[in-house]
Nanobody, 120 residues
Framework: QVQLVESGGGLVQAGGSLRLSCVASGSIFSINAMGWYRQTPGKQRELVAT???????NYADSVKGRFTISRDNAKNTVYLQMNSLKPEDTAVYYCNADISSPWYGRSEYWGQGTQVTVSS
């Protein structure tokens, strides 16, 4: 089995900060790219930030300069540090990972999501 579990969501005031964590576990040979996506009701899931196995990052324009994605390969964990939060950041945040498994081959996996709510 392979699974991703997110944590760290919550309710914060505008201007506040949160750090999201996502841990991958199970039958894992290697983890390639990882990323964070978010979704609000009635909208498609959108990319927030990604990070490659080599550490290269990419951010949506809306979060550039405010969010930082990082990973700890030894812990199979990806983080999203969210600073200067705005009400527009309110969404369910999902962890995504490109994982190579001895049992299942290479595939993308999603976490269950964690709610982030930013009040004005």
């Amino acid at each position: 089995q392979v699974q991703l579990v997110e944590s760290g969501g919550g309710l914060v005031q505008a201007g506040g900060s949160l750090r999201l964590s996502c841990v991958a576990s199970g039958s894992i040979f290697s983890i390639n790219a990882m990323g964070w996506y978010r979704q609000t009701p009635g909208k498609q899931r959108e990319l927030v930030a990604t990070i490659t196995s080599g550490g290269s990052t990419n951010y949506a324009d809306s979060v550039k300069g405010r969010f930082t994605i990082s990973r700890d390969n030894a812990k199979n964990t990806v983080y999203l540090q969210m600073n200067s939060l705005k009400p527009e950041d309110t969404a369910v945040y999902y962890c995504n990972a490109d994982i190579s498994s001895p049992w299942y081959g290479r595939s993308e996996y999603w976490g269950q999501g964690t709610q982030v709510t930013v009040s004005s």
